[in-house]
């Protein structure tokens, strides 16, 4: 059986402003990329030219708050791969052992098959943490303050 590369399949690191693909793993995925990438993690990444993807993963394994929700899951995963931050959560691996989902970039994410996407965290007993629609905007960062010396001028 041969993989092909979707036209849709992002084929570089994005930049701040650009989009990666959301993985979940598919059935058929190996048990030791399962234990690393580990349950109700959400995965984010890109092709490469060899016919194998780059992903960043992120499971909340040290249960911060923070990180209750899935989507808040992913945008950490893709934080990390768009800044190329060091880290033991990313891999490079074979396409086959994933299913392209959707899309996220620095607006937000786009989600095209959400039944896989739920498929993936009941089996993870993490549905509750499911996004609530297929699209999830995230807020604009407050506009920075104004010091007294700005307004001094």
Known sequence: MSITFGQDLPQERPDADG???????KAG????VLQLVRK?????GFGNHDRTVTIYYESNRFNEPTLGKWELKA?????????????????TTKLEYFEQVGYISGKGI???????LKRWLEFSDALD????????TWALPPPPK????DTEL
């Open 110 to 116: 786009n989600i095209r098959r959400m039944d896989s």
């Open 29 to 32: 995925i190996k048990d030791d």
């Open 129 to 136: 943490t499911a996004p609530a629609s297929e699209t999830v």
């Open 146 to 149: 104004k010091s007294a010396a």
């Open 19 to 25: 989009r990666a693909a959301l993985f979940v793993p």
């Open 40 to 44: 109700g993690a959400a995965v984010v």
């Open 75 to 91: 945008r950490k995963a893709y934080a990390r791969l768009v800044d190329d931050l060091p880290t033991t959560s990313k891999m």
